[in-house]
């Protein structure tokens, strides 16, 4: 069956250095990955897109990186900060105008 | 992109009875999904909201247990009906705009069955 997976534990981080994220996924062949962010109480936010023919995608202090051979994508916040304490979500679409399928979401804990 | 509003932002119901929550784009968009959030779970998608047909439920999940209707392009309402506690959830309203792939979700509705 499909399955798409985010590490549950919460990652405790001190401010300025980097947060990784990862989401593995089987049994799928996205076209493309996406990752949000969710505030408690808040809908969903959308940060990136990376399709399946692109490496890396970057904007501002956020790096998605997305490898179909090993079926997982990496989530990076560099000079973390307390404001970016959340829950990050990864969701896979087969292909344009399809739905989303998402992870189970992982928490960041920014410490100053 | 899209704003999204939900109404009510929260309830708390009784067992048995039923529950419409209502959402509002405020432009016209393509694509409107409703997902259910369980208390620290993820999201799992409820059905895709179909403008001017019935709309498609994911595996689960049941028209007789979650109606849906959606009668113009910027509105969309769930009912939750003859509700347990186990319906005690968030539910999100979420939209695709035509040109874009990315999905926009509204506030959600808090909901507690007693």
């Known amino acids: 069956s499909q399955k798409i997976e985010q590490n549950s534990e919460a990652l405790n981080i001190q401010e300025g250095k980097t947060a990784t994220l990862t989401c593995n996924y089987t049994?799928?062949?996205?076209?493309?990955l996406q990752w949000y962010r969710q505030d408690p109480g808040r809908g969903p936010v959308f940060l990136l897109l990376?399709?399946?023919?692109?490496k890396e995608k970057r904007k501002e202090r956020l790096k998605v990186t997305f490898d179909t051979t090993l079926k997982q994508s990496l989530f990076h916040i560099t000079a973390s900060q307390p404001a970016d304490s959340a829950t990050y979500l990864c969701?896979?679409?087969?292909?344009?105008?399809?739905?989303?399928?998402f992870g189970g979401g992982t928490r960041v804990l920014v410490k100053p | 992109s899209a704003v999204i509003s939900q109404k009510p932002s929260r309830d708390i119901c009784q067992r048995g009875t039923s529950l419409t929550i209502q959402c509002q784009v405020d432009?016209?968009?393509?694509?409107m999904f409703w997902y259910r959030q369980q208390p620290g779970q993820s999201l799992t998608l409820i059905a895709t909201?179909?403008?001017?047909?019935?709309?498609?439920?994911e595996s689960g999940f049941v028209i007789d247990k979650f109606p849906i209707s959606r009668p113009n392009l910027t509105f969309s309402t769930l009912t939750v009906s003859n509700m347990s506690p186990e319906d005690s959830s968030i539910y999100l309203c979420s939209v695709r705009t035509s040109v874009q792939e990315t999905q926009y979700f509204g506030p959600g509705t808090r909901l507690l069955v007693l």
């Open positions: 909201a179909n403008q001017g047909s019935e709309a498609t439920y």
């Open positions: 990376i399709r399946e023919n692109e």
């Open positions: 969701a896979l679409d087969k292909a344009a105008g399809n739905k989303l399928t």
């Open positions: 049994n799928y062949s996205p076209a493309y």
């Open positions: 432009s016209q968009v393509t694509m």
